[in-house]
């Protein structure tokens, strides 16, 4: 009898350490990118001319490659608590792509069906999560290269973020952040650059997706110290899927700089901004328009984005500066539900606003999720 009882005591120990375990979930994922590339930057502006030509390995193309943990506990009546670590790395050289230990996503917080998520922590930013409506291209086809706000740099440091629960179709983002005292590089309307200190940043974003239909809307604003001008930017989006073909359609201002932008990151040394955050008032109006199409069992992508700014306005730059048009084709076939094959090239034109400095690239790939 005794024996009997003690049997049955450890079954039902067994049974909630069971049923504990489906209430706890810890996952490892990652992004696994490489293939080859091949880059080729000319500029022939100013009476000078430069040409830089770079091939071979190429490491997070369609996605930055990284690796995290991602957890969630079930804490009753709809309330779960969740977590999320996430670091990037190069692929070709196993290096860290930044000397943060998490520096892609590290955040903690609490997720209710009815009442939304609200998180703490090295966030996305309200803009990048209005940004993923749009069909995009890769590299130099990233509409990061033109709009302020989108680029995936808009991870914002000790920040409160909230979402809310999907509202017959309408999700609202806010965050508030805090960066703390890192500086930036900015440069003035003349070219002079400078250092300021980071202070606060506001993100506010709301989407809206109904079946075939997205549409997306975004608001960055990052105040410094000691700077009279905050940095702006806002957005609206749009997709519709026709199922033989979707279109994204995509309209920006920047104004007192750029935020998160990458669009002089591969420019020929010396000759870009690093980040084009201007004191002044420095404007741009940014355009991107995508189409996809599925084609042979993958995805053709063809897209154009264009950046006008007043940078050649006889104060600033003058006729050193011109607008930016980027243009991108590409395919991806799936092998798989986690594995992929791809092939892009791209063209770009006035990279950075700088005139007259061009790029050109092609590729191929492979992309792994686990």
């Known amino acids: 009898m005794k024996k009997t009882l003690l049997a049955a005591a450890l ?21 696994v990118d490489t293939g ?5 930057y000319k ?9 830089s030509d770079t091939s071979g390995l190429r490491s997070g193309t369609v996605n930055g490659n990284r690796f995290g ?23 070709g050289t196993g290096n860290g792509t930044s000397d943060r230990q998490f520096h892609r996503q590290a955040f903690v917080g609490l997720s209710s069906d009815s009442w939304g998520t609200f998180t703490m922590g090295r966030q996305y930013s309200a803009g990048v999560e209005v940004g993923n409506l749009v069909v995009n291209g890769w590299n130099m086809g990233d509409v990061d290269k033109v709009f302020g706000g989108y680029g995936y740099g808009n991870r914002i440091d000790n920040s409160f973020k909230y979402v809310t629960p999907d509202l017959s179709g309408f999700k609202l983002y806010a965050l508030y952040g805090s960066e703390g005292d890192d500086t930036i590089e900015r440069i003035d309307d003349h070219g002079y650059a400078g250092s300021a200190e980071r202070t606060s940043r506001v993100s506010l974003g709301l989407t809206y997706v109904n079946g075939p239909i997205s549409l997306g809307a975004s608001y960055d604003r990052r105040g410094e110290t000691g700077v009279e001008d905050a940095i702006t930017n806002w957005t609206v989006n749009g997709a519709y899927d026709f199922e033989v073909v979707k279109l994204s359609l995509a309209y920006g201002q920047d104004r007192h700089g750029k935020l998160g932008w990458a669009g002089s990151s ?13 004191s002044g008032d ?14 042979g069992g993958g995805t053709l992508y063809a897209g154009w984005n264009y950046s006008t700014s007043n940078l050649d306005d006889g104060d600033k730059w003058g006729d050193g500066a011109d607008n930016i048009s980027t243009y ?6 799936p092998l798989s539900k986690r594995t992929g094959v791809y092939v892009y090239g791209s063209y770009a034109d006035n990279i950075g606003y700088i005139k007259d400095l061009t790029g050109t690239e092609a590729g191929i790939g492979l992309n792994h999720k686990f």
């Not at 079954?11 to 996952?27: C, I, K, M």
């Not at 500029?43 to 040409?51: E, H």
């Not at 591969?266 to 201007?278: D, E, K, P, Q, R």
């Open 282 to 295: 420095f404007k741009s109006n940014n355009y991107h328009v995508g189409l996809s199409a599925p084609i």
């Open 36 to 40: 080859y590339g091949y880059q080729h």
């Open 11 to 31: 079954l039902a120990g067994f049974a909630t350490a069971g049923v504990a375990q489906a209430e706890t979930s810890v996952t490892l994922y990652g992004i």
């Open 43 to 51: 500029y022939d502006g100013g009476g000078a001319d430069f040409t």
């Open 266 to 278: 591969n420019s020929l040394a010396g000759l870009a901004s690093s980040a084009l955050n201007a």
């Open 328 to 333: 991108q084709v590409n395919y991806f076939y």
């Open 69 to 91: 943990l991602k957890g969630s506990e079930d804490l009753g009546d709809g309330l779960r608590a969740i977590f999320q670590l996430e670091q990037g790395f190069d692929l």
